[in-house]
């Protein structure tokens, strides 16, 4: 059984109507379960919840210190390339905008690396546009080869690869691998995605099973929040983030929720998601995954990402460049997106010693 069988479970499920029949009663009596079903995790998205954020704060944040403590792991992303062969309406990197298209060598990249080092950061998240010629898997192999030189944990957030390339990337030193479904609704997918091999629904949406299953021990999945009804797509990012963790009950699993930012290309998103929509879903789905992690980025502004702390975060990023090659040669072309913090690791390190918490460089040291 796949994700995609699960999901299919979830066919005719009328979430308005479900919403409607939520009362306080239930909202308090969920918030005092040990574990929660999926359907109770719904109940914490809905409208009716949302009057009863403090009372799900206090258990959110209870149960992220007894599972993570007061510590917050740091990493940055370094962009390898921005070509791409898709027409995604919301990304900068969509093949009809008119940017300038960079690729790294691994000379680029180990200078990149260099940079990145200085600020004492061990854990990295790799990226690429989805161009399988250009950056194709053992052009990946080869930087990661040179990226180990400097980090002892390397994630990737690359185009679907088979179980095979997977495998071979986790052989090569890979731990980790975010996949964005950006949007779970099928037919608001295939809308937003009308050109490029990223209009394949299911092979993007069982991309993190391949990649668990070729020995990934850490996945992160997510919707991108402003593409469709947030309600049911942070919904279904938990519904798969928990069947990740049933299946593979070895790997670390992880959820990232990202809002849409400003971009070349200017897609409006088709729904505004608020700072306490953001905050609820956060919230909600500490509860219903405790020892899952929560990755919130540079998307979010400085003050909203300290506010979000005590509340569920585990991993946050930081000395972020969205640019290919811009930390070592100064490259200032539109990146992927606009970020909201630009601090540094040392801001963010000061930031969250001030608060009480314990900025992570290194949890993870490959073999």
Same mark, same amino acid.
């Given at each position: 059984?796949?994700?995609? $069988? ?9 979430? $308005? ?16 379960? #040990? ?8 109940? /914490?998205? *809905?409208?009716?919840?949302? *009057? ?9 944040? !209870?149960?992220? @210190? ?5 510590? @917050? ?12 062969? #898709?027409?995604?309406? +919301?990304?900068?990197? #969509?093949?009809? #905008? ?22 004492? /950061? ?24 040179? /990226?180990?030189? +400097?980090?002892?944990?390397?994630? &990737? ?31 608001? +997918? ?25 020995? &990934? ?21 938990? =519904?798969?983030?928990?069947? /990740? ?27 505004? %998601? ?19 992690? =929560?990755?919130? *980025?540079?998307? !979010? ?22 640019? %290919? ?6 490259? $200032? ?10 601090? *540094? ?7 969250? +010693? ?5 900025? =992570? ?7």
């Amino acid at each position: 059984m796949t994700f995609h $069988d699960e999901l299919r479970r979830y066919d005719g499920l009328d979430f $308005d109507r479900f919403f409607s029949q939520v009362a306080d009663a239930d909202i308090a009596r969920i918030i005092a379960k #040990n574990r929660l079903s999926p359907m109770d995790y719904l109940a /914490l998205l *809905s409208p009716r919840a949302a *009057s009863h954020l403090e009372a799900i704060a206090t258990r959110a944040h !209870e149960l992220t @210190v007894r599972h993570f403590g007061r510590a @917050v792991v740091l990493f940055t992303p370094l962009y390898l390339a921005n070509f791409c062969t #898709n027409q995604c309406v +919301y990304c900068g990197f #969509n093949t009809k #905008n008119e940017l300038e298209r960079r690729k790294l060598t691994v000379e680029e990249v180990e200078a990149e690396a260099q940079e990145i080092a200085k600020s004492g /950061l061990k854990h990295i998240l790799i990226l690429t546009g989805e161009d399988r010629k250009v950056t194709p898997v053992s052009y990946m192999v080869e930087c990661v080869q040179a /990226l180990k030189k +400097y980090f002892t944990s390397i994630s &990737i957030e690359v185009y679907p690869l088979t179980r095979e390339e997977y495998g071979e990337l986790a052989e090569a030193g890979v731990d980790g691998m975010t996949m964005f479904q950006e949007v779970y609704d099928e037919p608001a +997918y295939l809308e937003l995605h009308p050109k490029g091999p990223k209009r394949n629904y299911l092979r993007r949406l069982e991309a993190p099973e391949r990649a668990a299953a070729a020995g &990934i021990r850490q996945i992160t999945t997510g919707a991108l929040l402003g593409l469709h009804d947030w309600r049911r797509e942070a919904f279904f990012t938990g =519904v798969h983030t928990d069947f /990740l963790q049933r299946t593979y009950p070895d790997i670390e699993v992880a959820i990232s929720p990202p809002r849409m930012r400003p971009h070349l290309g200017g897609f409006p998103p088709k729904e505004i %998601v608020s700072d306490a929509d953001l905050v609820q879903y956060i919230l909600a789905f500490r509860l219903f995954m405790p020892r899952a992690g =929560v990755t919130v *980025s540079t998307r !979010e502004n400085a003050k909203l990402r300290e506010n979000l702390l005590s509340l569920g975060v585990t991993k946050m990023s930081a000395g972020v460049c969205t640019q %290919v090659g811009g930390r070592a040669s100064g490259q $200032d072309d539109p990146g992927q997106f606009e970020i909201s913090d630009g601090r *540094s690791v040392a801001e963010m390190a000061e930031m969250l +010693y001030s608060k009480g918490y314990q900025p =992570v460089y290194k949890d993870w040291q490959y073999l």
